[in-house]
Each structure stands twice: as structure tokens, then as C-alpha cells.
């Protein structure tokens, strides 16, 4: 299995043990890699969620796994990419929402597959011709 980053819908799924499918899956790639990639963008995502229902408790949960997972950032080049991204979307009138546009730039510019539940989403993302390919889960 190719090293992949994780969507903030997958990887809150493996840390819920929600989806038997996609705990296999967890489990298989943790085997060959020994540790989730995810971007800061997850992060963002995931403390701000549990910020607004003012549970500082699982924030301070999460933050405390957040070393074992490798996060990559927002360098210059997924920022000019999730830009494009962005724009484009907008002009199509089909918007996926900024972390999405982030997440996906992130993914492309390094050349890493983006393991999401939100196909939908990403698909017009590669629609646009964005180097991005995507994997699920939830199937087997």
C-alpha cells in the first residue's frame, strides 16, 4: 500500500473505530507505514470542531495523538495551488469548500494519494485537471 494522506473524514473515522472497513484498512496501512499522514488543514478541521461544542477535553485528546501522526503544511506551492483550485471552482459555481481546495493542494503537490470519503467533492476537483487520485475506505 502507497504511502497516502488522510481526508479529516477518514481519519476521524479510524480514531472512532467507526467503520470496521476503514479500521481494517487503518490497520493494514499502519503496518506498512507506521504512522497516519495528515495536513495541518485536518487538524485545523478536527479542533475547531470540537472547539465550537466547547469540549477542550477531546481537543486536548486529539492534540496529544497529533505527534504520532506526520503532518504536512501548507507550503507555498499547495497554497498557490489550492488558490487555483479555489477560484476555479467558484467559477464553475461549484465550490467544495476552502480545507477541501487546501487539503487536495497539499495532496497533489506531493504527489501523494488523498484517502476521503467525500468523493463528491474531490472528484471536481480532479475534474479540473488537478493531479489528485483518491482512494476510499470504506470499500474493499
Given at each position: 500500500m502507497d504511502r497516502v494522506v488522510l481526508d479529516t473524514d477518514i481519519l476521524s473515522e479510524v480514531l472512532k473505530r467507526k467503520d470496521p472497513t476503514v479500521v481494517v484498512r487503518a490497520e493494514e496501512y499502519l503496518r506498512g507505514h507506521g504512522r497516519f499522514t495528515i495536513?495541518?488543514?485536518?487538524?485545523?478541521?478536527?479542533v475547531a470542531g470540537w472547539h465550537r461544542l466547547q469540549r477542550e477535553d477531546r481537543v486536548q485528546q486529539f492534540?496529544?495523538?497529533?505527534?504520532?501522526?506526520?503532518?504536512?503544511?501548507i507550503d507555498t506551492a499547495a497554497a498557490v495551488q489550492a488558490g487555483r483550485i479555489e477560484a476555479d471552482l467558484a467559477r464553475t459555481g461549484r465550490t467544495v469548500g476552502r480545507a477541501d481546495s487546501m487539503i487536495a493542494a497539499v495532496a497533489a503537490t506531493r504527489g501523494l494519494q488523498l484517502v476521503t470519503g467525500n468523493a463528491?467533492?474531490?472528484?471536481?476537483?480532479?475534474?479540473?485537471?488537478?493531479?489528485?487520485?483518491l482512494a476510499n475506505w470504506r470499500q474493499i
Open positions: 495536513t495541518s488543514v485536518t487538524v485545523l478541521e478536527i492534540l496529544a495523538r497529533v505527534p504520532d501522526f506526520e503532518v504536512l503544511p463528491e467533492h474531490y472528484a471536481r476537483i480532479a475534474n479540473l485537471g488537478v493531479p489528485i487520485v
